[in-house]
């Protein structure tokens, strides 16, 4: 597309980072030079854990990161290219899309970095949230009963005011009924979500934005957080997969075109300085 900027640069502040035809390492290195110029700042709270008192979770900082980069063709090429955990990051994704609603899964247990804390955010054996349940909102069987205006357990249904809920299965036929659409959004961040009533951990991903112009599928991927040394390289690598996995069902002719990322907070915690600071090599 010829609107689509084609050079590598962060501005005067360090929040706009542009890459095309290039290493995702290179990115990543370019963006964690940046952010560990910043000076650092505890917020108080960590995934809704008080953590005012640790210097450790002192965060090094960048809002409103917007990246651009070009998608790579293929399983082998995204990981040749962006060099995620694995085997997790592979399997954790087929989990996502393997169609139900599972919580907690296989993978969360076999996450790289747990650090023994793997059942840290568990409640009752279960997380208040993952991608599964995300991805696949209309699988309910996996969801608790809930008793009815008249007493009786009905599988707690998933629906908005007017309209059933949709899942990943349907924005891809919505795809394929219509290739231009504008339409074509994923949201992770439900309504449950907002304000966090309950005191509850909320995703990272705030949503997909699925769009296909001049014979490629782009990917506009939002988040309101992301940490750089524990998830972003794996967070990049699932957000292509999926781009390959809604590609490979709607017209596996399509090419892959840019996975735009808009990130609010970009950082990094002070206690992985050692860690970020890897990055750099």
Same mark, same amino acid.
């Given at each position: #597309?010829?609107? +689509? ?13 542009? $890459? ?11 963006? /964690?030079?940046r952010l560990l110029q910043t000076e650092p700042v505890n917020h ?5 854990? @008080?953590?005012?008192?640790?210097? $450790? ?13 070009? #998608?790579? &063709? ?8 962006? *060099?995620?955990?694995?085997?997790? /990051? ?10 139900? $609603? +599972?919580?907690?899964?296989? *993978? ?9 804390? $793997? ?10 949230h993952n991608y599964m349940e995300r991805f696949w909102p209309k ?30 299965? @349907? ?21 449950e979500d907002t304000g966090a009533t309950k005191g509850q951990r ?29 998830? &972003?390289?794996?967070?990049?690598? #699932? ?8 590609? @490979? ?25 050692? *860690?970020? *600071?890897?990055?750099?090599?």
């Amino acid at each position: #597309m010829n609107n +689509i900027l084609s050079w590598s640069d962060l501005d005067d502040n360090g929040h706009l980072f542009v $890459a095309n035809d290039q290493h995702f390492i290179d990115l990543r290195r370019a963006l /964690a030079k940046r952010l560990l110029q910043t000076e650092p700042v505890n917020h108080g709270k960590w995934q809704q854990l @008080d953590v005012s008192q640790s210097d $450790a979770h002192k965060t090094y900082e960048l809002l409103n990161v917007a990246i651009w980069y070009q #998608m790579p &063709f293929g399983q082998k090429a995204a990981v040749d290219f962006i *060099e995620p955990d694995l085997p997790w /990051a592979e399997r954790h994704f087929q989990e996502r899309v393997g169609g139900q $609603a +599972i919580n907690p899964g296989v *993978e969360h247990a076999n996450w790289p970095y747990h650090a023994n804390g $793997a059942k840290l955010h568990l409640k009752n054996g279960k997380y208040d949230h993952n991608y599964m349940e995300r991805f696949w909102p209309k699988d309910i069987s996996m969801h608790p009963v809930l008793p009815n205006l008249f007493g009786y357990n009905v599988p707690a249904q998933w629906n908005g005011y007017r309209f059933p809920t949709g899942d990943l299965n @349907d924005v891809v036929e919505q795809l394929r009924s219509d290739i231009g659409t504008r339409q074509a959004y994923l949201p992770i961040f439900f309504p449950e979500d907002t304000g966090a009533t309950k005191g509850q951990r909320v995703p990272c991903t705030l949503g997909y934005h699925f769009i296909v112009r001049e014979g490629k599928l782009h990917v506009q991927y939002n988040m309101r957080s992301c940490e750089i040394y524990r998830h &972003f390289t794996n967070d990049v690598y #699932m957000a292509v997969r999926l781009a390959e996995w809604v590609r @490979d069902r709607v017209n596996p002719e399509l090419d892959l075109g840019q996975l735009t990322m808009n990130i609010v907070s970009f950082h990094g915690f002070v206690g992985d300085t050692n *860690e970020i *600071e890897r990055f750099l090599d």
